[in-house]
């Protein structure tokens, strides 16, 4: 039921910021929480960062802790994420993923996800 759309990636330099917004489609958005992954050419698609679906707590993955800050407005049916201070090894394929299950908590493992984005492309040169 639920659609999931992501956008703002592009080309920068290092140490550019970027904010991804992803948007989502249904009635119960506020109902579930939310994670992005990434994945880069050769590599497992990875957590990045999570929100509870009151937006209450956030979680980050080490390489990205400091730097990104994850949120959501439930009013729009949105999560973002802005990205600071960004470097090559950040370089990757962006998605958005909503938790699989009602009210369930945060989760970093995709298999717990039931429904992605289609990616947006994110490349920082050096």
């Given at each position: 039921?639920v659609?999931?759309?992501?956008?703002?990636?592009?080309?920068?330099?290092?140490?550019?910021?970027?904010?991804?917004s992803?948007?989502?489609?249904?009635r119960?958005?506020?109902?579930?929480?939310?994670?992005?992954?990434?994945?880069?050419?050769?590599?497992e698609?990875e957590?990045v960062?999570g929100?509870?679906?009151?937006g209450?707590t956030?979680?980050?993955a080490?390489?990205?802790?400091g730097?990104?800050?994850?949120s959501?407005?439930?009013?729009?049916?949105?999560?973002?994420?802005?990205m600071?201070?960004?470097?090559?090894?950040?370089t990757a394929?962006?998605?958005?993923?909503?938790?699989?299950g009602?009210l369930?908590p945060?989760?970093?493992?995709?298999?717990?996800?039931d429904?992605w984005?289609?990616?947006?492309?994110?490349?920082?040169?050096?």
């Open positions: 039921q659609q999931l759309v992501e956008s703002g990636g592009g080309l920068v330099q290092a140490g550019a910021s970027l904010r991804l992803c948007a989502a489609s249904g119960t958005f506020s109902g579930y929480a939310m994670g992005w992954f990434r994945q880069a050419p050769g590599k698609r957590f960062a929100i509870t679906y009151s209450y956030t979680y980050y080490d390489s990205v802790k730097r990104f800050t994850i959501r407005d439930n009013a729009k049916n949105t999560v973002y994420l802005q600071n201070s960004l470097k090559p090894e950040d394929v962006y998605y958005c993923a909503r938790r699989a009602f369930q945060v989760v970093r493992n995709t298999q717990d996800y429904s984005g289609q990616g947006t492309q994110v490349t920082v040169s050096s």
